[in-house]
């Protein structure tokens, strides 16, 4: 059985897929949902799967690493073996990426290590690319840094606002993140040291989603 938490910051998109795809897995069990703000709107979705949940809000912490002190002190009161960053949206500190090192993962909305911080799509479609994303990665001390585990990747359309470009990577974040973690259950994929084996080989390039218009496929 995998003992997960998971943090988040606001809508809960993601942990609200989460718990849809991986709730009646027989080996996955979510022992806490924590969320940075106490108006999370994406608590309900805990509440609704009656997940136990905790708030420890950032905006009551000076700094970085006293935030990060509380949210470890309450993550291991589940002592979980994997902890999920969904859509959660501060710096957490050197301290507290160490501690949880080779089980604490996370979710972005670009191709890494493009468009790491804020406004991925705005920043996309400025850019001019064509494809663009979302990873899941295990979290380093940098800013959306890690070993990349998997990517999707989708065409940007050149009528693409920023809204429809971000709600299709949305939707493809819901189909990638629980799968990495059905993985992480199953024993498929494992991290030590910070180094990545996959099905029993080291992983030597993020697993690949492509989602075209008819396929969403591993390759
Ligand atoms: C998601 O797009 C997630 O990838 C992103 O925030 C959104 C949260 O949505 N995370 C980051 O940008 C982290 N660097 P959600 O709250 O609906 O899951």
């Known amino acids: 059985m995998l ?13 609200q897929a989460l718990i849809n795809a991986l709730g009646s897995a027989g080996n996955i069990q979510f022992s806490a949902v924590i969320a940075s703000r ?12 009656e997940i136990p949940t905790a708030t420890v809000s950032r905006r009551e912490f000076a700094d970085t690493d006293s935030f990060s002190t509380a949210l470890k002190q ?18 957490l500190s050197d301290e507290f990426v160490q501690h949880f090192a080779d089980r604490l993962i996370n979710i972005h909305p670009s191709l890494l290590p493009k468009f790491r911080g804020l406004n991925t799509h705005r920043r996309a479609i400025a850019e001019g690319v064509t494809e663009h994303g979302a990873s899941v990665h ?10 990349i585990i998997a990517q999707t990747i989708i065409d940007v359309r050149a009528t693409d606002s920023i809204d429809e470009l971000a709600a299709r990577v949305l939707a493809q974040e ?24 996959f099905r ?12 075209r218009p008819e396929t969403t496929e591993c390759v």
């Not at 979980?80 to 949206?89: R, S, T, Y």
């Not at 799968?179 to 040291?193: E, K, M, P, R």
């Not at 029993?200 to 989602?211: H, N, R, T, Y």
């Open 74 to 91: 309450e993550i291991e009161q589940s002592q979980p073996a994997l902890v999920v960053l969904a859509g959660f949206m501060h710096i």
């Open 3 to 15: 003992s997960i938490v998971v943090l988040i910051s606001g809508r809960g998109s993601n942990l």
């Open 200 to 211: 029993g080989e080291p992983l030597l390039k993020p697993i690949l989603f492509e989602s």
């Open 138 to 147: 295990y979290v380093n001390e940098e800013l959306d840094g890690g070993p």
């Open 174 to 197: 819901h189909l990638l993140y629980p799968t990495v973690i059905q993985w992480i259950a199953d024993g498929s994929l494992q991290c030590i040291d910070s180094k990545i084996t």
């Open 38 to 49: 106490d108006d999370a709107a994406g608590l309900q979705y805990a509440q609704q799967a």
